[in-house]
């Protein structure tokens, strides 16, 4: 069961970021004919950001000491000491943006040009943000495997 936390974690992720790519592109084209499907698109990205907060959580909180140990103590300590870190304050940022996402793509974004620059605002910073806590998190990942290869080594 740990291996699909661990496997379903980015995974709704990079989910919740190909979704906020998805709503700034319809955007990008905001007519009444697309009006729904960006609606419907803006309520995707919290649900999957969501999931992946949540199971990212549970991980932390239950299995996440193990893997701290031994990046700590391998050869790519910076790993949990700057990536890690780094990933547990970043992930806030994309975690309000994508509650509010939904709430400022409910305006007529067709007509309100203030409205359709903040969605593409916001949709493109859940973008960035989520790009660079997948990228913390393949550092993280491969930390922990070097550690592992270094004690196999042993």
């Known amino acids: 069961m740990t291996d699909i936390i ?21 955007v990008l084209n905001a007519s009444e004919s697309n009006r729904v499907r960006i609606r419907r698109a803006a309520l995707i990205v919290p649900l999957f950001m969501v999931l992946a907060w949540g199971l990212g959580g ?30 547990e304050h970043l992930f806030f ?26 969605v593409l605002v916001v949709a493109a910073l859940i973008v960035v943000n989520g790009l660079a806590i997948e990228g913390a998190g393949i550092v993280i990942d491969h930390g922990a495997k070097l550690s592992l290869m270094q004690w196999r080594a042993k």
Do not use: Q
């Open 58 to 87: 549970y991980w932390y909180i239950t299995h996440y000491s193990v893997d701290k140990a031994l990046i700590l103590n391998g050869p790519w300590p910076f790993a949990h000491d700057l990536f890690m870190e780094t990933k």
């Open 93 to 118: 940022i994309p975690a309000i943006l994508a509650l509010y996402l939904p709430i400022v793509a409910a305006a007529n974004l067709a007509a309100n040009k203030g409205a359709r620059t903040m």
């Open 6 to 26: 661990l496997f379903a974690h980015p995974t709704f992720g990079v989910l919740g970021i190909l979704s906020a790519l998805w709503v700034f592109v319809e």
